[in-house]
T-cell receptor, first 117, second 116 residues
Framework: EAGVVQSPRYKIIEKKQPVAFWCNPI?????LYWYRQNLGQGPELLIR????????DSQLPKDRFSAERLKGVDSTLKIQPAELGDSAVYLC???????????????FGPGTRLTVT | AQSVTQLDSHVSVSEGTPVLLRCNYS??????LFWYVQHPNKGLQLLLK??????LVKGINGFEAEFKKSETSFHLTKPSAHMSDAAEYFC??????????????FGDGTTLTVKP
């Protein structure tokens, strides 16, 4: 079974430029997550989708970040314009829909390492 | 509200000796708890999970963790460290019954170093 696929793996851009990340979740996983991981820290949730619906985007900086999950499968995360502080690893994860007991496990992609210069 | 604290940012052990990575959590409900491992330049991998069943949870690669509600802890242990265990470990608190089950909070991680 293929895992979570992300592209690109690495991206270097100048500040004020736009950038986009793409994620293909595991087949059958309704829930998709985008995280940002700064150096030396744990991942922080940016947005969570259940199918096409963004059910938690409270931590997404909406002035410059946007995301979409058309057709409830692939997802794209965009930053426009990028700032120096956006340098981080952007992780995508997917899971089955949370169970009634609250148990779920997330499967992570390898991440995209973004460097803004 | 929920939060998780990993009590040690770095742990160093010798190969063949026990491993203990400490995690305390805070949650308004009975949570789900997880440990993930991240090897350099690789994705996060689930080690084990607690979901209100047995309090002692066994995971992959010989790791296990015990849920202690009275101490709000979920420490990760392994009887004998292997060189391949060197990695970053994350404790995660997630949703529980009748909650926003999809929401999860990661700790800041513990770097495990294994000396020969």
């Amino acid at each position: 079974e293929a895992g979570v696929v992300q592209s690109p793996r690495y991206k270097i851009i100048e500040k004020k430029q736009p950038v986009a990340f793409w994620c293909n979740p595991i087949s059958g996983h309704n829930t998709l997550y985008w995280y940002r991981q700064n150096l030396g820290q744990g991942p922080e949730l940016l947005i969570r989708y259940e199918n096409e619906e963004a059910v938690d985007d409270s931590q997404l900086p909406k002035d410059r970040f946007s995301a979409e999950r058309l057709k409830g499968v692939d997802s794209t995360l965009k930053i426009q314009p990028a700032e120096l502080g956006d340098s981080a690893v952007y992780l995508c994860a997917s899971s089955l829909e949370p169970q009634a007991g609250g148990a779920y496990e997330q499967y992570f992609g390898p991440g995209t390492r973004l460097t803004v210069t | 509200a929920q939060s998780v604290t990993q009590l040690d940012s770095h742990v160093s052990v010798s190969e063949g000796t026990p491993v203990l990575l400490r995690c305390n959590y805070s949650s308004s409900y009975s949570p789900s708890l997880f440990w993930y491992v991240q090897h350099p330049n690789k994705g996060l991998q689930l080690l084990l999970k607690y979901t209100s069943a047995a309090t002692l949870v066994k995971g992959i690669n010989g790791f296990e963790a015990e849920f202690k509600k009275s101490e709000t802890s979920f420490h990760l242990t392994k009887p004998s460290a292997h060189m391949s265990d060197a990695a970053e470990y994350f404790c995660v608190v997630g949703g529980g019954v009748n909650t926003n089950a999809g929401k999860s909070t990661f700790g800041d991680g513990t770097t495990l170093t294994v000396k020969p």
